[in-house]
């Protein structure tokens, strides 16, 4: 199992460029979660999506940002117009189906570091 | 509303000394505390969670639901301990709130 792959690992645009990030999760997980870190700051979360379902978007920009998780394909997170403010890395995590209600281990990708230009 | 709190970006210590990464947190309902740790040019892992009681790698972690804090401990430190520590609380579903993340640095 080759873990939770992001990429690219690296993705430089000029402002009002559009950056597209993609996430395949572990085999057999159908949860994944979208995370940004700025410099400096911790991982905040911005979206929880099942396949083909968007269940939690409460950490998205209200404008220029979506995220998908087709049946068939990666999750693809998808900046529009992007900006300076833009630049960081965005983590994605996957997991399997919950189980009792707790929480099961999210697994990390390596992550997308976006600068913008 | 719910936050993690991680006072200290980084902590230096010397192999060998106890390490306490502190952790508070402020939630409503019953909370599910995570550490995570990512080394250097690795992805970020679970190292361990509260609900399992467990020691991984020398590391122990107690909540601490009257002090809202889940410190992180390990009495003698390592120079392969040295990585950045994110403590996370779970908000339902997986949801991870992370803290800013403490970097541990431990020298020989």
């Known amino acids: 199992n080759a873990g939770v792959m992001q990429n690219p690992r690296h993705l430089v645009r000029r402002r009002g460029q559009e950056a597209r990030l993609r996430c395949s999760p572990m085999?057999?997980?159908?949860?994944v979660y979208w995370y940004r870190q700025l410099p400096e700051e911790g991982l905040k979360f911005m979206v929880y999506l099942q396949k083909e379902n968007i269940i939690d978007e409460s950490g998205m920009p209200k404008e220029r940002f979506s995220a998908e998780f087709p049946k068939e394909g990666p999750s693809i997170l998808r900046i529009q117009q992007v900006v300076r403010g833009d630049s960081a890395a965005y983590f994605c995590?996957?997991?399997?189906?919950?189980?009792?209600?707790?929480?099961?281990?999210?697994?990390f990708g390596q992550g997308t570091r976006l600068t913008v230009v | 509303a719910q936050r993690v709190t991680q006072p200290e970006k980084l902590l230096s210590v010397f192999k060998g000394a106890p390490v306490e990464l502190k952790c508070n947190y402020s939630y409503s309902g019953s909370p599910e505390l995570f550490w995570y740790v990512q080394y250097s040019r690795q992805r970020l892992q679970l190292l361990l969670r509260?609900?399992s009681r467990e020691s991984i790698k020398g590391f122990t972690a107690d909540l601490n639901k009257g002090e809202t804090s889940f410190h992180l401990k390990k009495p003698f430190a390592q120079e392969e301990d040295s990585a950045m520590y994110y403590c996370a609380l779970g908000g339902g579903y997986n949801k991870l709130i992370f803290g800013a993340g403490t970097r541990l640095a431990v020298h020989p």
């Open positions: 509260h609900i």
């Open positions: 085999k057999g997980h159908s949860h």
């Open positions: 995590a996957s997991s399997s189906d919950r189980g009792s209600g707790m929480n099961t281990e999210a697994f």
